[in-house]
């Protein structure tokens, strides 16, 4: 009874956090006036956007994809042409996801005959090529025409680029707590003991390929709509590939607060030392991401889970000693 | 009419042939033990029947559908779950989770997990693992996975079960257990088919047993006239014994 207490109390606070944290990230244009902190905070979205959505595949399903950059550059570049075309820009946003999905499902089925490291290699392969093809057929910087400089805003920038991170976030969590999560996450552990069950591997995974692809699209989307000038095959660069997968390893794979703690740390510790040391975070991050995988697997996720379990074994104690009876002589 | 009716099945690694025109029938309700010597084909039979290798030629009938060459959950679909020899169980998820996945999917899918965990628990129940449901798969013993692989083929409501030595490495207590286990399974409906290194496990089992050498079937008959066989003994012990 007590322990049932406990756990409605404990998804009471959590409720309570996370309506708390909507309404402050809601309210932050209309308190904090200030662009480089909504620019910050429009980062921290589109990373932990990235991230959960990598995760997907890669954290859930155990897919290690190093092409993610593939989608969200396609995601990009389709929202890009069509919105500077004069399309509304929602539906060429979903234009975008919708191209992200469809290059992902025509990679997806010959990229999953691979296994395992295979088709890490592949898929890194493919998005360089992509990412190479494009540069090619897209030379020319692409900037905001003047109309759009001088109506240029950054607010609802912000808002597009937090309704995208919660909808990755809300959709991944309703995912992975369904029948098909379950089955996700059953290839992942072991493949052949999944398919002996009624799992089948192959559409599993493309469905967290396809829900991966969908939302990273959606990121290349809001990049596109928040960029003043870029070059086109600049979000092909596996640099967003390598940013999103170590964000979730940091924050922990195959969890749904991973990439979100993730996010929030990688862009806020990229500013701190990007001031100090320019380029050099890049190298700090690598020690960090090595250390994570060898001594965190579960990320920061881990440390809080571990450092809660601690407590409660103290508290345990504690309760174990006052239960014993007070004049024993010891 | 049979329950599974295999014909003329054959299956090669490059020049070795594995399984050879291999034909053989189970009726419903029947124990059936599959022995033989190392190498003999007993675990390329069962990955033919389950569809984790396909077949150069021959039939597979199931329940008067062939089955043969169709993907290893299409096979679990249609009601033939199988235990592995090493067994793969889902490391990190808890045994309640592992047996889950093989009611949710397996012949009866359903969407409502819920109820799924509820008759999840039954499995574990009837293989005796229901205390053990809140424990991670990788911290259990070989005696827990082997009974927790148990648990998630019949969470699948199966109508054929495969066994893959399930009875190896188990101690004697062990193995008498799992064999009454066996039987209970049995006496529930579900056709089995027992492959098993250890004769003396399978002889007190099964109704039938068919003997495998080389890919081929050299036997086939009650325990008793099995024992008998010369060349069963032959394949087993060598020619000076027969």
Redesign the interface.
Known sequence: MQKKGSQVSKKIAISITIVLILIATAALPLVVKKDSTINLAILVFLYVTLSSSWNILGGYAGQTNLGHAAFFGLGALTTRLLWLSGRPFILSLLAGACVAVGFALLIGIPAFKLRGVYFSIGTLALAQILYITVGNVFPMITSLPTQALITYQLVPRYYLALVLALLTIGTAYLLVNSRLGLGMMAVREEEDAAESLGVSALQHKLLALSASAFFAGLAGGAFAYYHVGYYPQFPFTPVWTFDAVMIAYIGGTGTIVGPIIGGIFYVVVKELLALKLVELHLIVFGVLFILAVLFLPGGLVEVWSKIQTAFARRARGQEAQAALPRDTGI | MSFLKVERLCKSFGGLMAVHNLEFEIKEGEIIGLIGPNGSGKTTTLNLI???LKPNSGTIIFAGENVAGL???RV??KGI??T?QLT??????TAL?NV???R????E???N?KAAAEEARESLQRVGLLDKEKVLAKDLTLMERKQLELA??L??KPRLLLLDELMAGLNPGEAEEAMQLIKQIRDSGVTILVVEHIVKAILGLSDRIIVLDYGEKIAEGLPEEIVRNPQVIEVYLGKAHA
């Open positions: 389950t569809g984790f993907p290893p959950y679990c679909q779950a199988r592995f793969k169980s889902f490391p990190n998820f989770q889950m996945v093989g949710v999917y397996g012949r899918p359903t969407t997990l998630r083929a969470a699948t």
